[in-house]
């Protein structure tokens, strides 16, 4: 079975652009989390997606939003780029439905660079 | 912020079992106990979980304190490849945001 997959792996943006990330779940998986990882803050979670609807959300400016297709695939947009922005974006897909067994299998991430 | 403590650092001679302790003292009943390990700039790797049971799978044993509050996370042989930044999060089942602190970096040592 394929692992979840992102892209693109790496991007190069200026200030006050905006960039899409697409993360393609592990088949069957219908939740889909995104965080994003600096070496500042850590591990940081954005949002979950599940069955299309934003199930759980993070502190995060309005600037990071995202959604999900019927398809369970996410994207998640970051309008106005700042510099802060630059880092690993990591998206996470999970089964959701049963109770013990729910582990989150993540992406190899979108390296962002803001410059 | 994160619901666990762990020590910053260990070191582990190769071959020897690889001990990695994590302090959830605020663990509510319904959390779940999740270990994660990121290997330089790969995205995070799953590698067992539980609730109050000890668990163990191919990778890692997990022991839980009885009382909750405290849980380890046994590599039997480390090797080389196991040197990683491994993550105890608390969380409850169903609940996909989670919350990651500084973590445990393992330096397996030849």
């Known amino acids: 079975k394929a692992g979840v997959t992102q892209t693109p792996r790496y991007l190069i943006k200026t200030r006050g652009q905006q960039v899409t990330l697409s993360c393609s779940p592990i088949s069957g998986h219908r939740s889909v989390s995104w965080y994003q990882q600096t070496p500042g803050q850590g591990l940081q979670f954005l949002f979950e997606?599940?069955?299309?609807?934003?199930?759980n959300k993070g502190n995060f400016p309005g600037r990071f939003s995202g959604r999900q297709f019927s398809n369970s695939r996410s994207e998640m947009n970051v309008s106005t780029l700042e510099l802060g922005d630059s880092a690993l974006y990591l998206c996470?897909?999970?089964?959701?439905?049963?109770?013990?067994?729910?582990?989150?299998?993540f992406g190899p991430g979108t390296r962002l660079t803001v410059l | 912020d994160a619901k666990t403590t762990q020590p910053p650092s260990m070191d582990c001679a190769e071959g020897r079992a690889a001990n990695l302790p994590c302090n959830h003292s605020?663990?509510?009943?319904?959390?779940?106990v999740y270990w994660y390990r990121q290997i330089h700039s790969q995205g995070p790797q799953y590698i067992i979980h539980g609730l109050k049971n000890n668990e163990t799978n191919e990778m890692a044993s997990l022991i839980i304190t009885e009382d909750r509050k405290s849980s380890t996370l046994i590599l039997p042989h480390a090797t080389l490849r196991d040197t990683a930044v491994y993550y105890c999060?608390?969380?409850?089942?169903?609940?996909?945001?989670?919350?990651f602190g500084p973590g445990t970096r393992l330096s397996v040592l030849p």
């Open positions: 605020t663990i509510s009943g319904n959390e779940y």
């Open positions: 996470a897909s999970s089964l959701a439905t049963n109770p013990s067994y729910n582990e989150q299998f």
């Open positions: 999060i608390v969380n409850v089942n169903y609940g996909q945001n989670f919350v």
């Open positions: 997606y599940f069955s299309e609807t934003q199930r």
